[in-house]
């Protein structure tokens, strides 16, 4: 059985294992953003739709955790920073990356990761690599 | 403040680890030091403000209940490490509103060893290890680090001078000097932030007595204020909290507010508590501040200024490096310190003639709140 999404609102998962962040545009700010909120999160407009977001982008920000922040049971060591996605305009989104072989403006890709999920049980969350 | 609020009483309990006290124990303590210095007792105050963030519910009444002082209305107020500050700014604004004569304000954290959990966080979030706090406050460090200039040495040097002041401070968790290698060859956490650079979460409280009338020292403003838009820490857009870009920071917000009630600029004050969460974290209230433009926090390394001695020492008491950070009584501890020295009662870590003091908080939800005193 393919496994679950670790949250269904903000990383989709298709039948074939292809993964989507899901974001939120407003028309009226012109803006993108992650994860979807009900208002654009910048300027307030309550004119939000669904965004399904690029599936690549640079890396911006780049940091290794050595120790499991609380009620994290994946492996140490692991990236996390921000990526700058593609399109416009400018959005930036806190990711899990690798945690070595990663340098600032890296071209990467999203990629579902398994971790054991709130319920103990392995989920789907995601990672950007390259 | 329309009407002047003056500070009574201090008291604290030392910031550290205790096993076998709890919370409670250690908010009598600080408030019966509070109280005893203001020269009342319990009874004597008409409402009391507690700022805890992982104290439960009540935890104020608790620390009342235990001294016989209940009746009075007790507000327990959260706001991440602002916890103590939003509680003064409430209790400071009903007295100069004329609703009390004389309040109580308290804060008291009892915190589990390492990284904290945090109900800001979603299950998944916390699954995904999006949660890591240290992860933040290094990408924030990166950031500063390649828009000034500023060096992992530099870094270094904030936890040399805090650490330097802290050995005066009896009431310090951390009370041995530390070299910039010292520093640089502790543990790495998160690039660039190795362990010494880190301030511990622990125990403590701290309290303080305001009063309408009479002497002391003068809370002359005091602002609470968050982020718009965007948070500090956690996985939405907009990051403000780590690139701030075209976005007035909440430190600049909750400091040019108080200084506008106080009167009083960045160049009036002489000595400085603000928030040491990691080094960085100091080096970036120094601008936000108005200490010094960005960038310009290595001349104020350079030159001395911001060392006990120097023109405008910045944390004397050792900051939360060296004392740890118990959340609800950080903000209060500051208070407690500055009091004190504007008094001329820090002893050796005291700043002579110091006249006008400033406290400074940040925190989770983008709480920062900026307390200016006089004497």
Same mark, same amino acid.
Request: charged content about 20%; overall charge negative; glycine content about 14%.
């Given at each position: ?21 899901? +974001? ?7 803006? *993108? ?45 692991? +990236? ?11 959005? *930036? ?15 990467? *890709? ?21 | ?44 105050? !008409? ?14 009444? $608790? ?46 954290? &009892?915190?589990? &060893? ?10 998944? !979030?916390?699954?995904?290890? %999006? ?15 390649? /828009? ?6 530099? %870094? ?7 650490? $330097? ?10 009370? &041995? ?57 956690? /996985? /939405? ?87 740890? /950070? ?5 903000? %209060? ?7 004190? !020295? ?34």
């Amino acid at each position: 059985m393919a496994l679950l999404s670790i949250a269904s609102s903000v990383l989709r998962v298709d039948r074939d294992g292809q993964a989507t962040l899901l +974001g939120g545009w407003s028309p009226t700010s012109g803006l *993108r953003h992650f994860p979807l909120a009900p208002v654009c999160p910048f300027t307030g407009a309550d004119d939000v739709t669904p965004l399904d977001l690029p599936r690549a982008g640079a890396v911006w920000l780049h940091t290794t955790v050595q120790a499991p922040p609380p009620g994290y049971a994946g492996p140490v060591p692991y +990236g996390l920073g921000i990526v700058e996605l593609d399109g416009d305009p400018l959005l *930036r989104v806190v990711t899990r990356l690798p945690a070595e072989g990663i340098a600032v403006g890296d071209r990467v *890709r999203l990629h579902t990761e398994e971790v054991p999920g709130p319920e103990g049980d392995p989920v789907l969350t995601w990672v950007f690599r390259p | 403040m329309s009407s002047e609020v003056r500070i009574a009483g201090v008291g604290l309990h030392p910031f550290g680890r205790f096993d076998g006290l709890t919370g409670t124990d250690m908010g009598v303590v600080a408030v019966r030091a509070a109280l005893g210095d203001a020269g009342i007792g319990p009874r004597d105050v !008409q409402a009391a403000f507690c700022g805890t963030a992982y104290g439960g519910v009540a935890a104020g009444h $608790r620390v009342l209940g235990a001294l016989a002082g209940t009746g009075i209305p007790i507000y327990d107020v959260e706001a991440g490490c602002a916890s103590g500050g939003a509680a003064l700014q409430l209790g400071a604004a009903a007295v100069a509103a004329g609703r009390y004569d004389r309040v109580l304000v308290f804060g008291l954290e &009892k915190m589990p &060893k390492g990284v904290i959990r945090s109900s800001f966080f979603a299950p998944w !979030q916390e699954s995904a290890g %999006l949660n890591p706090a240290p992860a933040f406050f290094a990408l924030r460090a990166q950031r500063l680090l390649a /828009e000034t200039g500023l060096t992992d040495d530099h %870094l270094a040097q904030v936890v040399v001078k805090n650490r $330097r002041h802290g050995v005066a401070n009896p009431d310090a968790m951390f009370r &041995k000097e530390v070299t910039v290698h010292d520093v640089l060859s502790s543990r790495m956490v998160c690039p660039p932030l190795t362990l010494f650079m880190l301030c511990s979460p622990n125990e403590g409280a701290a309290a303080v007595v305001l009063s309408r009338a009479g002497g002391g020292v003068r809370v002359a403003g005091v602002s609470l204020r968050s982020h718009l838009p965007g948070n500090v820490l956690g /996985e /939405e857009s907009p990051l403000c909290g780590i690139d701030d870009t075209g976005v007035t920071p909440p430190s600049t917000l909750a400091a040019n507010d108080a200084f506008a009630e106080a009167g009083l600029g960045p160049e009036d004050v002489d000595v400085v508590e603000c928030q040491d969460t990691d080094a960085a974290r100091e080096l970036l209230a120094w601008a936000e501040l108005g200490l010094c433009e960005k960038g310009g926090q290595a001349k104020l390394l350079a030159d001395g200024d911001v060392f006990v001695g120097g023109r405008r020492p910045v944390n004397p008491s050792g900051g939360l490096l060296s004392k740890g /950070e118990p959340l609800g009584a950080s903000a %209060l501890g500051q208070v407690v310190e500055l009091v004190r !020295q504007l008094r001329g009662e820090a002893g050796p870590r005291q700043v002579d003639g110091a006249r006008v003091a400033l406290a400074h908080v940040i925190g989770r939800g983008a709480n920062a709140c900026v307390t200016v005193l006089t004497r």
